[in-house]
């Protein structure tokens, strides 16, 4: 059969290397890009967590200047726009890319240039909300960006000019990440491999896409319309026209409240991996997990207005509002319960990633807590804007998501890289983590049911702050040496190599069925999916009696489909055949990038971006997965 | 050898089972989940036009410039590309060339009469006096239709690129699956205007000056 095909002419070659730099750059490996995800939040992580030490520094004395009240609002705002959308929610991604095509016996994602142009628009958009801290104009307007005060009228300048664009090129990132891991888990499971056998972090990785891929358009909407309100003097935030803050604040908490389980789904998802593993007992109520997870995603979209109970909504949507708000509590509350009957009457072994486990279980029921008391509209009008919600919220994001972050960064470390994190010093990093931490948030409470306002760049000393205040920042300098530690870990780690082996802790799911660090391929047949937890029954036969028997359901064999499928005569054997790398997707978000930034800095660049991301698209579609010329794959 | 792994990827066919979980492909199942995104951006922006109605401080107002019958005929010409959609894809399944090339041009002409009577209507509206900066409804006005017009023109870009690949060969009854995609993104395309033309011109056409605002006079009046 006779095809033709069109290529655009090339202007660098396809990229073939497998080391070096350009192996890095045009990869389309899961496995690589979840590394990339990893490194650059971590350099994110260290960014804001320098912001909050400044906070911290600037707020441990009465009437402190150190910092003044401008510089003070673009810490605030950095710190919370960098966590939120440049730690937290890609370090979430770098788990996604690592462990989902693993976990369900995959070879990849089902788009794998589309995974890597996520993780390129990902990184520009970081700089292009960072950009002002070059210029001197960061943004100052805090990470939810309340218009009228983020428009032009009241924050002139380019600040949230950068804040408005960057976020937005992030957001097509995630966008493009959960429409990839949407189709990635319903399409690519292994033979067997039904839903309700997929492991917890999976099903929450499911969920978090669906949020992300529905929720992420809404504050795009937003930030389109205060971008061309900033730019091109629109009226959607100009009160001089009748623009109305009240919908600033309904589109980005309609957006904002889904991102918070955005951010702590895919943690409970990490826990609920770390403890029956070291429980050595199945998950306690796998269902209700799952069902609780979908629970909360769908009750995540009714609760919005609780972010704005004292803007005077009247008394019957508040009504609503509290309502759902505290019945959202009720799935969360079950998935508490089910961690902590998985550790009951389990073999329980504390090793860090366990401690951090169980630390997230701890930490994440105080910020629960807090949250509920907040959840009532009359206690919230008492809470709004102090410091009580700040300790609500990093115990929630701190004290949950980030334990369970680095939970997972010491399970899985030995499966990414083949050498195990030293344990003893993990368990100093996981106690000073924890002190500081506690340190640091703790008193927050007091101090705001004591009235101490956010956002305020200082206080005076008859207020009788000062000794509170004093013991957090010396808590954030306690978490920094934490931080610290982690690194002194990798590196003291590196060094000693403890090698892992394929499966250090006796764990349950499909990716320690491979060597540490997997192969290209990951896996060299796919596995045939009998039960939940299968690995673990491999090992553990007879302990399968009270399991139900096997339905098999979606076999497959090969599970590509970007790549031809089917063993062809050139694959060496293997049967295994993977899509070469491409330099497109970089080209693409390069594109993006500029011509969105074009739109602050001149036309001129907007036309060098449209080439640049049209020669990508065009490129991109033109360009077959793998070359066809014979012994060029992988 | 790996040339011909390429083209057996290539022929699958449209009632095909595919080879993964759910028996969709990868590539249909991506543009469902993107539509459902792409719900989201339009339900918002509409959302907030709703959100204005009737709150512009100065005119012109709905009811000065918005023009029904007009719209209805561009509206038409849209939904007709829909029909002609289908045909071309009905016809490049079935492997005839002359009638795949015709369905898939008319496709593309239709929407760009569509985009041609959008452009008519925003060059009279300034004219008239509204741009996005005059008041809340021109401001909400354009970026809604303008967002839709920019997703008619993407479409419209695409079938143009599907067209080319179509006389060089590279699409054809067995790859089918490219034409679908972009049919489904085209008829969202069009029921997001059913719904712009039922809320922007259907009900909030004879809309006046809200309580307390000024009459609007006329640029030139």
New interface residues.
């Given amino acids: 059969?006779?095809?033709?095909?069109?290529t655009l002419p090339r202007i660098f070659k396809r990229p073939k290397s497998e080391t070096g730099i350009w192996s890095w750059i045009g990869t389309v490996d899961h496995k690589r890009i979840g590394t990339m995800y990893g490194i650059i939040s971590f350099f994110w992580l260290l960014v804001g967590g320098f912001e909050a030490l400044m906070i911290r520094a600037q707020l441990a004395q009465a009437d402190s200047e150190l910092v003044s009240a401008e510089t003070y609002n673009q810490l605030f705002t950095m710190h919370g726009t960098t966590m939120v959308f440049l730690v937290v929610m890609p370090l979430s991604a770098a788990f996604f890319n690592w462990l989902i095509p693993l976990q369900i016996g995959a070879r990849d994602v089902?788009?794998p240039r589309m995974n890597s142009l996520s993780l390129w628009l990902f990184l520009f958009g970081g700089l292009v909300v960072n950009a002002g801290w070059l210029t001197g104009e960061a943004p100052n307007g805090g990470w939810f960006g309340y218009a009228p005060n983020s428009g032009i009228a009241f924050n002139p300048g380019h600040g949230m000019t950068y804040w408005a664009l960057g976020l937005s090129i992030l957001g097509i990132a995630s966008?493009a990440a959960?429409?990839?891991f949407?189709?990635t888990i319903?399409?690519?499971?292994a033979p067997g491999?039904s839903l309700f056998k997929m492991p917890v972090f999976t099903w929450m990785t499911l969920i978090t896409s669906i949020l992300l891929?529905?929720?992420?358009?809404?504050i795009?909407?937003?930030l389109?319309?205060i971008g061309?309100d900033r730019l091109?003097?629109?009226?959607?935030y100009n009160s001089l026209?009748?623009?109305?803050p009240v919908?600033w604040q309904h589109?980005f908490w309609l957006f904002g409240h889904p991102e918070v389980y955005i951010l702590i789904l895919p943690a409970m998802g990490i826990v609920s991996e770390v403890l029956p593993t070291f429980a050595r007992k199945p998950l306690f109520g796998y269902d209700f997990v799952i069902f609780s997870g979908i629970g909360i995603a769908f009750m995540g979209w009714f609760v919005w207005s609780h972010h704005m109970f004292t803007v005077g909504l009247g008394p019957a949507a508040n009504s609503a509002f509290a309502i759902s708000t505290m019945a959202i509590a009720i799935p969360t509350g079950v998935k508490i319960l089910n961690w902590m009957a998985t550790l009951v009457r389990g073999s329980i072994k504390l090793n860090v990633a366990m401690l951090f486990s169980i630390s997230f279980i701890a930490m994440f029921t105080i910020g629960g807590l807090s949250g509920v008391m907040h959840a009532s509209a009359p206690t919230d009008a008492q809470q709004q804007d102090t410091y009580f919600v700040v300790a609500h919220f990093h115990y929630v994001l701190f004290g949950g998501a980030m334990m369970a972050i680095f939970s997972g960064t010491y399970f899985w470390w030995p499966k990414m890289t083949g050498w195990m994190l030293n344990e003893r010093i993990g368990m100093v990093m996981w106690f000073t983590i924890l002190l500081g931490f506690n340190m640091q948030f703790a008193p927050m409470h007091w101090l705001g049911m004591d009235g101490m306002p956010r956002r305020i760049f200082t206080y005076s000393s008859d207020q009788g702050w000062e000794s509170l205040n004093a013991i957090a920042s010396a808590g954030g300098l306690v978490i920094a040496i934490g931080i610290l530690l982690f690194i002194f870990n990798v590196f003291y780690s590196r060094k000693k190599r403890v090698m892992a082996g394929n499966d250090p802790w006796d764990a349950r799911t499909l990716e320690w069925s491979i060597p540490s660090p997997p192969p290209h391929y990951n896996f060299e047949t796919i596995p045939q999916v009998q039960h939940r937890d299968d690995f673990w029954y491999q090992k553990y036969p007879e302990l399968l009696e009270h399991e139900e028997g096997h339905a098999p359901?979606?076999a497959?064999?090969?599970?590509h489909?970007?790549a031809?499928?089917?063993g062809?005569?050139?694959d060496h054997g293997h049967g295994i055949?993977l899509p070469d790398m491409s330099y497109y997707p970089l080209l693409v978000s390069l594109g993006v990038t500029l011509g969105l930034a074009g739109l602050m800095a001149g036309l001129w660049l907007t036309v060098i971006g449209a080439v640049i991301g049209l020669w990508g698209v065009f490129g991109w579609?033109l360009e077959?997965v793998?070359?066809?010329?014979?012994g060029?794959?992988h | 050898m790996a040339h011909q792994a390429i083209t057996e990827y290539h022929a699958e066919v449209h009632d095909t089972t595919y080879n993964t979980s759910t028996g969709l492909s990868n590539r249909k199942l991506l543009m469902w989940a993107f539509l459902a995104s792409d719900v989201m951006f339009f339900g918002t922006f509409i959302a907030t036009y709703l959100v204005y109605r009737n709150r512009s401080l100065v005119g012109p107002y709905p009811e000065n410039v918005l023009d029904i019958p007009i719209t209805t005929v561009s509206t038409f010409v849209l939904l007709m590309s829909s029909l002609s959609m289908v045909l071309a894809l009905h016809y490049v399944r079935d492997g005839a060339k002359i009638s795949g090339r015709f369905w898939i041009f008319v496709t593309a002409a239709l929407g760009i009469v569509f985009i041609g009577f959008q452009v008519v209507e925003f060059y009279t509206f300034v004219n008239e006096g509204l741009t996005p900066v005059t008041n809340l409804f021109g401001t909400t006005f354009f970026i809604l239709t303008g967002f839709h017009g920019a997703h008619v023109t993407i479409g419209i870009l695409w079938l143009l690129f599907l067209l080319f690949g179509h006389f060089k060969g590279t699409l054809r009854s067995d790859n089918s699956l490219d034409l679908e995609i972009a049919g489904l993104y085209w008829h969202f395309v069009d029921i997001v205007w059913i719904v712009i033309f039922t809320v922007v011109y259907l009900v909030t056409a004879n809309d006046g000056a809200p309580p307390g605002a000024p009459p609007f006079i006329g640029p030139h009046g």
């Fill in positions: 059969m006779t095809t033709t095909t069109l089902a788009f966008i959960g429409l990839n949407i189709v319903f399409n690519m499971r491999m891929v529905l929720a992420i358009p809404v795009g909407v937003a389109i319309q061309t091109y003097d629109t009226n959607f026209k009748g623009g109305d919908l589109m359901s979606g497959q064999e090969d599970l489909l970007e031809p499928s089917g062809s005569d050139d055949h579609s077959p793998n070359d066809p010329t014979p060029a794959d």
